[in-house]
């Protein structure tokens, strides 16, 4: 399915999206016009039955041979029955596939745009709060949703029935037809002007619903903090001054929308009233028959009080256009970081990056990385180390691709990365960060995430090589234990060897540690470092840290500071040099500046 043009109206867009599901529509559309063809019969039969009691053999219906009273009601009751029949059968059908269009298009609307929401760039996501997406995702669909199931079927259905009755009028009495027609005009104006003021209302309902909700997201997400804080007062006058917002926004939307069907109905009862009194003098005179004037009378009801309800289709049709709206808004945001075409065997990868000339600045900042050179030898362990601030993150951000270059470019084996494949290049790295994301599920699934197909004996073995074979054993189910909404039954030293499992059961030719020890206890961190020996072997491995003691056995450091490298080296020989990395040793290591340090 295909975003629509954000320039088209919000009909047009959900015209365009609905494109895929003509045949359906058409189906549905038919089968609610038929539905109320044969529910707009039964005044007819009305008018038909008072004929035939006052006319008698010289009725309408004698005219097709039927000439005696009681077979003319026998072919009445046949009728009736016919059409009964049919009204129900259409009825039953519309609904069916109204609801499974609805239905239909609410899932492929929502896979649609949840496909694209992870094919944007993390900008994206750090300036759009998860709750207003949420609401996008979930309130905005099901929105469009009930107004599929409900209002389009509403709305064919008032067409048709001005259409034929107005028709069926016209042919029996103009003067009547005329005087009914009059108050439409003033509905239709009404209502359209309604519709004008309602748009921008909803418009606004819906961003104060996402305003909500986002609120909601970020306080069930931050609820350590806000008890250990003792902030649940303020955070519930801050709840209850976005949900004010929220009541008060509806509540100004409330009061046009509910004036709407009172003016209607006077301009309703003004032509019920004329064609009560027209239509009688016209049935006394002779002018129509009393069976017309039967027909007219009811038939008056079936044309003008249905349009009572178009306030309140009206009233949805703009709540699904303004979630409509901010939907396709969503699948027009363009892809800010394209996919390249090259595709990359990932057993072929022997692991050599380049950062070449590589700039770049964060959206409002001041540039981070001016003409950055790093040669990484495939198969070597690399440490980088600095102040925060210093770049050393956003190298991890910009070989991910989840931003992508102002300048230069980065090489994988002499192929730069923009022309691989996202999903290849992904693929051939395995990230551990330090802010540890664990998904609802059993500490299996979790190490297993992104290997969906692998043997339990190779997550076990996983576990074994992340050291977090012992801690998962003695969990009450052990390997099938529910960690919890991001792991919260589990430590954050835990949470951190699950983490590495999941790398290391994904066997990536390149492995990213950023900050994978920076929140980790002592112990932790040498049973890492354990890990690490074992599975950095052959592989070319990126160490980002803060604690030195991570990264003393790195083949090479590089020393950040303000995206600049301005050490390079080992261990040893940048001990010796006794510059920043010696003096960021001596920090860490208790000692007082230009105190001798021990290799």
């Given at each position: 399915?295909?975003?629509?043009?954000?320039?088209?109206?919000?009909?047009?867009?959900?015209?365009?999206?609905?494109?895929?599901?003509?045949?359906?529509?058409?189906?549905?559309?038919?089968?609610?016009?038929?539905?109320?063809?044969?529910?707009?019969?039964?005044?007819?039969?009305?008018?038909?039955?008072?004929?035939?009691?006052?006319?008698?053999?010289?009725?309408?219906?004698?005219?097709?041979?039927?000439?005696?009273?009681?077979?003319?009601?026998?072919?009445?009751?046949?009728?009736?029955?016919?059409?009964?029949?049919?009204?129900?059968?259409?009825?039953?059908?519309?609904?069916?596939?109204?609801?499974?269009?609805?239905?239909?298009?609410?899932?492929?609307?929502?896979?649609?745009?949840?496909?694209?929401?992870?094919?944007?760039?993390?900008?994206?996501?750090?300036?759009?709060?998860?709750?207003?997406?949420?609401?996008?995702?979930?309130?905005?669909?099901?929105?469009?949703?009930?107004?599929?199931?409900?209002?389009?079927?509403?709305?064919?259905?008032?067409?048709?029935?001005?259409?034929?009755?107005?028709?069926?009028?016209?042919?029996?009495?103009?003067?009547?037809?005329?005087?009914?027609?009059?108050?439409?005009?003033?509905?239709?104006?009404?209502?359209?002007?309604?519709?004008?003021?309602?748009?921008?209302?909803?418009?606004?309902?819906?961003?104060?619903?996402?305003?909500?909700?986002?609120?909601?997201?970020?306080?069930?997400?931050?609820?350590?903090?806000?008890?250990?804080?003792?902030?649940?007062?303020?955070?519930?006058?801050?709840?209850?001054?976005?949900?004010?917002?929220?009541?008060?926004?509806?509540?100004?939307?409330?009061?046009?929308?509910?004036?709407?069907?009172?003016?209607?109905?006077?301009?309703?009862?003004?032509?019920?009233?004329?064609?009560?009194?027209?239509?009688?003098?016209?049935?006394?005179?002779?002018?129509?028959?009393?069976?017309?004037?039967?027909?007219?009378?009811?038939i008056t009801q079936r044309l003008l009080w249905p349009l009572t309800s178009l306030g309140r289709t009206l009233d949805d049709y703009q709540r699904a256009m303004a979630s409509t709206n901010r939907v396709l808004d969503l699948l027009?945001?363009?892809?800010?970081?394209?996919?390249?075409?090259?595709?990359?065997?990932?057993?072929?990868?022997?692991?050599?990056?380049?950062?070449?000339?590589?700039?770049?600045?964060?959206?409002?900042?001041?540039?981070?990385?001016?003409?950055?050179?790093?040669?990484?030898?495939?198969?070597?362990?690399?440490?980088?180390?600095?102040?925060?601030?210093?770049?050393?993150?956003?190298?991890?951000?910009?070989?991910?691709?989840?931003?992508?270059?102002?300048?230069?470019?980065?090489?994988?084996?002499?192929?730069?990365?923009?022309?691989?494949?996202?999903?290849?290049?992904?693929?051939?790295?395995?990230?551990?960060?330090?802010?540890?994301?664990?998904?609802?599920?059993?500490?299996?699934?979790?190490?297993?995430?992104?290997?969906?197909?692998?043997?339990?004996?190779?997550?076990?073995?996983?576990?074994?090589?992340?050291?977090?074979?012992?801690?998962?054993?003695?969990?009450?189910?052990?390997?099938?234990?529910?960690?919890?909404?991001?792991?919260?039954?589990?430590?954050?030293?835990?949470?951190?060897r699950i983490a590495l499992a999941r790398a290391i059961l994904k066997n990536p030719p390149l492995l990213v540690l950023d900050e994978a020890t920076a929140a980790v206890d002592n112990e932790t961190e040498a049973a890492i470092q354990?890990?690490?020996?074992?599975?950095?072997?052959?592989?070319?491995?990126?160490?980002?840290?803060?604690?030195?003691?991570?990264?003393?056995?790195?083949?090479?450091?590089?020393?950040?500071?303000?995206?600049?490298?301005?050490?390079?080296?080992?261990?040893?020989?940048?001990?010796?040099?006794?510059?920043?990395?010696?003096?960021?040793?001596?920090?860490?290591?208790?000692?007082?500046?230009?105190?001798g340090l021990c290799l």
């Amino acid at each position: 399915m295909e975003s629509a043009n954000p320039r088209l109206s919000g009909l047009q867009r959900l015209l365009v999206t609905l494109q895929p599901h003509r045949r359906l529509v058409l189906l549905a559309a038919s089968c609610s016009v038929l539905n109320k063809i044969f529910d707009l019969a039964p005044p007819v039969l009305i008018g038909l039955a008072v004929d035939v009691v006052v006319r008698q053999q010289t009725a309408w219906l004698s005219g097709f041979g039927f000439v005696s009273v009681p077979s003319q009601l026998a072919l009445l009751a046949l009728l009736s029955f016919l059409i009964w029949s049919a009204e129900s059968l259409f009825e039953y059908l519309y609904a069916l596939l109204w609801r499974n269009l609805a239905q239909t298009v609410q899932h492929s609307l929502r896979l649609e745009a949840y496909d694209h929401l992870q094919k944007l760039e993390m900008a994206f996501f750090e300036a759009s709060s998860s709750g207003r997406l949420m609401t996008v995702l979930n309130d905005d669909i099901n929105q469009l949703e009930r107004f599929l199931d409900h209002g389009a079927n509403e709305l064919l259905q008032l067409i048709t029935t001005v259409t034929v009755v107005g028709a069926a009028m016209i042919w029996l009495s103009p003067t009547v037809a005329g005087v009914s027609f009059l108050p439409i005009p003033l509905i239709l104006w009404g209502s359209l002007n309604f519709q004008r003021r309602l748009a921008p209302r909803y418009a606004e309902v819906r961003e104060q619903a996402g305003d909500l909700a986002s609120l909601l997201s970020n306080n069930l997400s931050g609820i350590l903090t806000i008890k250990s804080y003792t902030a649940e007062a303020w955070e519930l006058d801050r709840l209850e001054r976005q949900s004010q917002a929220y009541r008060a926004s509806n509540r100004r939307t409330i009061r046009i929308s509910a004036a709407f069907i009172p003016l209607i109905r006077f301009a309703i009862l003004f032509a019920f009233l004329a064609i009560l009194v027209i239509g009688g003098l016209q049935a006394w005179r002779g002018t129509i028959a009393v069976g017309s004037y039967s027909f007219l009378v009811f038939i008056t009801q079936r044309l003008l009080w249905p349009l009572t309800s178009l306030g309140r289709t009206l009233d949805d049709y703009q709540r699904a256009m303004a979630s409509t709206n901010r939907v396709l808004d969503l699948l027009d945001t363009p892809i800010a970081i394209p996919s390249g075409s090259r595709r990359l065997d990932i057993k072929r990868v022997r692991g050599e990056l380049r950062f070449q000339s590589v700039g770049f600045g964060y959206a409002g900042r001041e540039p981070l990385l001016s003409n950055f050179d790093l040669l990484v030898p495939a198969g070597s362990t690399l440490g980088v180390v600095g102040a925060t601030g210093s770049g050393k993150s956003t190298l991890v951000k910009l070989l991910l691709r989840f931003y992508e270059l102002q300048q230069g470019q980065i090489l994988l084996d002499g192929i730069p990365i923009a022309d691989l494949q996202l999903g290849d290049l992904r693929r051939a790295i395995g990230l551990v960060s330090q802010e540890v994301f664990l998904f609802h599920g059993t500490v299996a699934e979790n190490i297993a995430y992104g290997s969906f197909q692998c043997r339990r004996s190779a997550i076990e073995r996983a576990a074994q090589l992340a050291e977090a074979a012992r801690f998962i054993e003695l969990l009450p189910q052990g390997y099938d234990t529910v960690v919890g909404e991001r792991g919260q039954r589990l430590s954050g030293g835990q949470r951190q060897r699950i983490a590495l499992a999941r790398a290391i059961l994904k066997n990536p030719p390149l492995l990213v540690l950023d900050e994978a020890t920076a929140a980790v206890d002592n112990e932790t961190e040498a049973a890492i470092q354990r890990s690490l020996d074992l599975i950095t072997a052959e592989r070319t491995t990126l160490v980002i840290a803060h604690r030195l003691s991570t990264v003393r056995h790195a083949d090479q450091i590089v020393v950040m500071d303000h995206g600049q490298l301005i050490e390079t080296g080992n261990h040893e020989q940048l001990i010796r040099r006794d510059g920043a990395y010696a003096n960021l040793w001596r920090v860490q290591a208790g000692l007082r500046p230009g105190e001798g340090l021990c290799l």
